[in-house]
């Protein structure tokens, strides 16, 4: 499994990752590579649902709050055969509903589960990929999103799905202007091909190499927010209200160093914008309020000084290896300077935990015998000469606040989400693993290959 990009992962691996089983239901995944598994809850309830979906049957299993079975239910796979396992939905009753895509029908399967009569209600829904392309999907106050751009207009379409009906939501973009890196006028569509959109989870940690993408989506209830940071000198954002379908369009500008910057990006959070921009010489970071755009913090950092909001190394990490120290800020900053820059924000009950960086892909012909940044990430290789390799690498900190923007000197505890990587990781029997971020604590569930049982078990964040 892809490592996230943290600091607390070095902690994580020299603290025991406490860990709690809460429950475990036996089942056998025969075919394996043909099952799906979603662990949910349902935000008005607060009851966790877990839906195992084999080749031939489903299974759905009922918790409380208190992670006690109370329910199941367990059914055929009937009009959803070689279907995919899109998402979930829950309905005023109580009762999920699934959504089963099919892109060769181009279609999504609606099956709403009624548990208490042990009987379900299909619908079929057409996925206009015709004309249109699927951006994302995503599930918001217990209704399910399908979000999908136009080939041709300058346009995106929100689908809603609340009570087994979708409500489509129109959001025209063609009367905005839109400038390329190098200010070129582009359309809409052209700047979402160069950019792709990358979605957001709200209320966890986005890890770095999802947060240097320059088209982010913030989902809120019934509202989304999307930035657009292809120019180095402004993030452009879009406001958009799913009731009543109004865009309104923001602009923070970027400020300027001594030097152009080479990467740039930003971060919105709690109705705040982070951004940063970074050149050889020198690294800008403000905090912006997002409805006045005023600067609430503002950091300059050069070559040559001591980076003062940092509570982690200068790390550098080369695919899945140990991160390296970088000593000096100089070395920082001109390897982040030839990246793509971008910046996570994760609150949990206690602080602010900032991560600062940038990621990037290479192909390098790397000497292994002579000098060179990769040296020491190589590991044993068969003989001295040329290498032509193509490598995911990073540079980055962490840095933790108050929730009151006060930089703090606290130590850098590990997060649950550190400790279910490192879990993972070390557990071979994991497959198919689902994680659940409740209000305490969050759940990895998974099927055990060996014990050939579902497992959730506990995570909360800090040291134990």
Same mark, same amino acid.
């Given at each position: 499994?892809?490592?996230?990009?943290?600091?607390?992962?070095?902690?994580?691996?020299?603290?025991?990752?406490?860990?709690?089983?809460?429950?475990?239901?036996?089942?056998?995944?025969?075919?394996?590579?043909?099952?799906?598994?979603?662990?949910?809850?349902?935000?008005?309830?607060?009851?966790?649902?877990?839906?195992?979906?084999?080749?031939?049957?489903?299974? =759905?299993?009922?918790?409380?709050?208190?992670?006690?079975?109370?329910?199941?239910?367990?059914?055929?796979?009937?009009?959803?055969?070689?279907?995919?396992?899109?998402?979930?939905? +829950?309905?005023?009753?109580?009762?999920?509903?699934?959504?089963?895509?099919?892109?060769?029908?181009?279609?999504?399967?609606?099956?709403?589960?009624?548990?208490?009569?042990?009987?379900?209600?299909?619908?079929? /829904?057409?996925?206009?990929?015709?004309?249109?392309?699927?951006?994302?999907?995503?599930?918001?106050?217990?209704?399910?999103?399908?979000?999908?751009?136009?080939?041709?207009?300058?346009?995106?379409?929100? +689908?809603? +799905?609340?009570?087994?009906?979708?409500?489509?939501?129109?959001?025209?973009?063609?009367?905005?202007?839109?400038?390329?890196?190098?200010?070129?006028?582009?359309?809409?569509?052209?700047?979402?091909?160069?950019?792709?959109?990358?979605?957001?989870?709200?209320?966890?940690?986005?890890?770095? /190499?999802?947060?240097?993408?320059?088209?982010?989506?913030?989902?809120?209830?019934?509202?989304? =927010?999307?930035?657009?940071?292809? &120019?180095?000198?402004?993030?452009?954002?879009?406001?958009?209200?799913?009731?009543?379908?109004?865009?309104?369009?923001?602009? /923070?500008?970027?400020?300027?160093?001594?030097?152009?910057?080479?990467?740039?990006?930003?971060?919105?959070?709690?109705?705040?914008?982070?951004?940063?921009?970074?050149?050889?010489?020198?690294?800008?970071?403000?905090?912006?309020?997002?409805? &006045?755009?005023?600067?609430?913090? &503002?950091? =300059?950092?050069?070559?040559?000084?001591?980076?003062?909001?940092?509570?982690?190394?200068?790390?550098?990490?080369?695919?899945?290896?140990?991160?390296?120290?970088?000593?000096?800020?100089?070395?920082?900053?001109?390897?982040?300077?030839?990246?793509?820059?971008?910046?996570?924000?994760?609150?949990?009950?206690?602080?602010?935990?900032?991560?600062?960086?940038?990621?990037?892909?290479?192909?390098?012909?790397?000497?292994?015998?002579?000098?060179?940044?990769?040296?020491?990430?190589?590991?044993?290789?068969?003989? @001295?000469?040329?290498?032509?390799?193509?490598?995911?690498?990073?540079?980055?900190?962490?840095?933790?606040?108050?929730?009151?923007?006060? /930089?703090?000197?606290?130590?850098?505890?590990?997060? @649950?989400?550190?400790?279910?990587?490192?879990?993972?990781? &070390?557990?071979?029997?994991?497959?198919?693993?689902? =994680?659940?971020?409740?209000?305490?604590?969050?759940?990895?569930?998974?099927?055990?290959?060996?014990?050939?049982?579902?497992?959730?078990?506990?995570?909360?964040?800090?040291?134990?």
């Amino acid at each position: 499994m892809k490592q996230i990009f943290l600091f607390l992962s070095i902690i994580c691996s020299t603290v025991s990752i406490s860990q709690t089983v809460l429950t475990s239901y036996p089942i056998d995944l025969k075919n394996k590579m043909h099952s799906e598994t979603l662990n949910a809850e349902n935000t008005v309830t607060h009851d966790v649902f877990v839906f195992i979906a084999a080749p031939d049957s489903l299974s =759905i299993l009922k918790y409380n709050s208190a992670i006690f079975l109370k329910d199941k239910f367990v059914t055929s796979r009937q009009f959803v055969e070689n279907k995919s396992l899109l998402g979930y939905s +829950f309905s005023e009753d109580g009762n999920p509903t699934l959504y089963w895509f099919s892109e060769q029908e181009k279609s999504i399967i609606l099956i709403k589960y009624y548990l208490e009569t042990k009987t379900s209600r299909a619908l079929k /829904f057409q996925v206009p990929l015709d004309e249109q392309s699927i951006i994302t999907y995503y599930k918001k106050d217990n209704n399910f999103y399908l979000l999908l751009k136009y080939k041709e207009k300058q346009a995106l379409t929100a +689908f809603v +799905f609340k009570n087994g009906m979708a409500e489509e939501k129109f959001l025209d973009f063609s009367s905005f202007t839109f400038r390329d890196r190098r200010t070129q006028q582009k359309t809409f569509n052209q700047i979402l091909n160069e950019n792709p959109i990358e979605k957001m989870d709200s209320g966890e940690y986005n890890p770095l /190499f999802n947060v240097v993408a320059k088209s982010k989506l913030y989902t809120l209830p019934n509202r989304l =927010i999307l930035t657009l940071d292809q &120019s180095l000198r402004k993030t452009q954002l879009f406001d958009i209200n799913l009731d009543n379908l109004e865009i309104k369009e923001k602009t /923070f500008t970027q400020r300027l160093g001594h030097k152009n910057p080479r990467t740039s990006n930003s971060f919105y959070h709690e109705n705040k914008l982070y951004q940063v921009n970074v050149n050889p010489d020198e690294l800008l970071f403000d905090i912006k309020d997002y409805n &006045s755009g005023e600067i609430i913090k &503002s950091f =300059i950092v050069s070559k040559n000084d001591t980076i003062r909001f940092i509570n982690s190394p200068l790390l550098m990490q080369v695919e899945n290896r140990k991160p390296k120290d970088l000593k000096k800020t100089s070395k920082f900053l001109k390897e982040l300077s030839s990246l793509d820059a971008g910046l996570s924000v994760f609150k949990n009950k206690k602080n602010l935990f900032i991560t600062l960086g940038g990621s990037g892909r290479e192909s390098k012909a790397l000497f292994i015998n002579g000098y060179n940044m990769f040296d020491d990430f190589m590991g044993d290789f068969p003989s @001295a000469g040329y290498y032509n390799l193509d490598t995911n690498y990073s540079v980055f900190f962490e840095s933790v606040w108050t929730k009151k923007l006060e /930089f703090t000197q606290d130590s850098h505890e590990p997060l @649950a989400a550190d400790k279910i990587y490192n879990f993972i990781d &070390s557990h071979k029997e994991i497959f198919l693993p689902n =994680i659940l971020k409740l209000n305490d604590y969050s759940i990895l569930g998974y099927y055990d290959m060996n014990a050939k049982v579902y497992i959730m078990r506990k995570f909360t964040d800090g040291f134990n």
